[in-house]
């Protein structure tokens, strides 16, 4: 069967998890909340207006509609501030490598993610002409764990779920995998991912034979 190989993009493509922390946890020290890495990885493959509901819930704070709106344009632009410089260099160790070998195998490549700053990161780095389809915070209404953002990406590319085959740093991103019937691939720590089916620590650690095993699996 023809399959779909479907990437996260932040803290699986680019090491854009620390941009969004450092973000973050700017708003909460303003707002005197505790937020610890421990803490962001709840964030990780989250929705922005449900990371900060998260942090005000960690920091017991309630707030108006307008504070929270106010907050939310601020993470942003202080997380694009480190999107300026940006480039291929940012890349996470082997995926280039795979995204090239992928595209000489012919097969198809999705992005699959919850940001809705995905497409400028794409282009910064040099990447977009991989992927045959685009799939991102601003395509889809129902966060991670739902796997709507997934099973939007499989279906353009004309493939089955079961066929689907997903590369997650988050929790979240993991159980949505696993939700939709696809084979979730976990980049990053067995402690936290071990929802995964297969994890590795990153993607230098995935060799060709296992990838081989995906296509024809
Ligand atoms: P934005 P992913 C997610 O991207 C991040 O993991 C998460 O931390 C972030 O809050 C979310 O995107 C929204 O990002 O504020 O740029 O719209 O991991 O699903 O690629
Ligand atoms: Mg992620």
């Known amino acids: 069967n023809k399959k ?3 990437f996260d993009l932040d803290g699986v493509i680019v090491d854009t998890a620390k941009y969004h922390f450092l973000a973050w946890q700017k708003i909460a020290n303003e707002l005197d909340i505790d937020f610890t890495l421990e803490h962001n990885e709840l964030l990780k493959g989250v929705s922005r207006v449900r990371s900060l509901d998260i942090i005000l819930e960690l920091g017991k704070v309630t707030a ?15 997380y694009l501030t480190y999107l300026v410089d940006m480039d291929q260099s940012e890349l996470l160790p082997g995926v280039l490598t795979l995204l090239q ?8 490549i999705a992005l699959g993610s919850a940001s809705k700053n995905a497409r400028p990161i794409l282009e910064k780095t040099g990447i977009r002409h991989y992927f045959d389809a685009v799939v991102d915070g601003n395509d889809v209404t129902n966060a991670k764990p739902d796997p709507e953002v997934f099973l939007m990406a499989a279906k353009l590319l004309n493939t089955k779920p079961e066929d689907s085959i997903v590369f997650e740093d988050s929790v979240a991103g993991v159980q949505a995998a ?11 720590e067995a402690s936290t991912l071990h929802e995964a089916k297969y994890i590795f620590t990153d993607f230098t650690a995935i060799d060709t034979a296992f990838i081989e095993e995906l296509i024809k699996g």
Not at 64 to 78: A, G, T, V
Not at 101 to 108: A, I, R, T
Not at 178 to 186: A, V
């Open 101 to 108: 070998y992928l595209k000489e195998k012919n097969q198809p």
């Open 178 to 188: 696993n939700i939709g019937n696809m084979t979730s691939i976990g980049i990053g």
């Open 4 to 6: 779909a190989f479907i």
């Open 64 to 78: 108006s509609q307008e504070d929270k709106n106010k907050w939310l344009i601020q993470k942003n632009e202080e």
